[in-house]
């Protein structure tokens, strides 16, 4: 899997949009970019996921440079309840038939009132 | 209700004891996995198992057995344990084992072992 590099923490104030940003200079042409969160105690919930384009849903948008060597997590409006662990993952093919999901440390978001 | 169950939800175990997790998934999906988290540790992946037949095993000691009946359900048994094996151990699945489709996690087991 490509390497993912992820500030260690960052603080948001509640209402503003949280951006959270990602490097993976060595992804490859078919790995897609995932974002997830963990809250405490929680398993991670899976946020968004793109390849090539920008993608949107209830959750948040996914930027990806043209070049693909980063990306952006947008949380348009965050909320208490957006504080959590992102992880930025690149998904890629782990040669036994099937594609890992590897985890780094992520990004711990505080939002703040 | 994140569509995969997982119970129970907190297991304190002896290291002589057998006891077994469960995980359901109710999303249609054909793959199945299971996780390790260790305290201030990555997520670790233990086993991935796509149409009932399993087709990965990280270098998982023997003392963890995991069994996927069907496409929805999948066990993980456990015997012998050692005290660096408590962790929570989180199951997911997805659609697809190809890397287009996301994997939904369940909440975990948090696992004890004395």
């Known amino acids: 899997d490509a390497k993912t590099t992820q500030p260690t923490s960052m603080d948001c104030a509640e209402g503003r949009a949280a951006n959270l940003p990602c490097n993976h200079s060595t992804i490859s042409g078919n790995e897609y970019v995932y974002w997830y969160r963990q809250i405490h105690s929680q398993g991670p919930q899976y946020i968004i996921h793109?390849?090539?384009n920008n993608e949107t849903n209830e959750m948040a948008s996914l930027i990806i440079t043209e070049d693909r060597k980063s990306s952006t997590l947008i949380l348009p409006h965050a909320t208490l309840r957006d504080t959590a662990v992102y992880y930025c993952i690149v998904r890629g093919y782990s040669g036994a038939g099937s594609y890992q999901l590897t985890f780094g440390k992520g990004t711990k978001l505080s939002v703040i009132p | 209700e994140t569509g995969v169950t997982q119970t129970p939800r907190h297991l304190v175990m002896g290291m002589t004891n057998k006891k077994s997790l469960k995980c359901e998934q109710h999303?249609?999906?054909?793959?199945m996995y299971w996780y390790k988290q260790s305290a201030k540790k990555p997520l670790e992946l233990m086993f991935v198992?796509?149409?009932?037949?399993?087709?990965e095993n990280n270098s998982v000691p023997s003392r963890f057995s995991p069994e996927c009946p069907n496409s929805s359900h999948l066990f993980l048994h456990l015997h012998t344990l050692q005290p660096e094996d408590s962790a929570l151990y989180l199951c997911?699945?997805?659609?697809?084992?190809?890397?287009?489709?996301?994997?939904?996690f369940g909440n975990g087991t948090r696992l004890t072992v004395t």
């Open positions: 997911a699945s997805s659609q697809t084992r190809d890397g287009s489709s996301p994997l939904h």
């Open positions: 999303l249609g999906h054909n793959a």
């Open positions: 793109g390849l090539k």
């Open positions: 198992y796509s149409l009932e037949e399993r087709v």
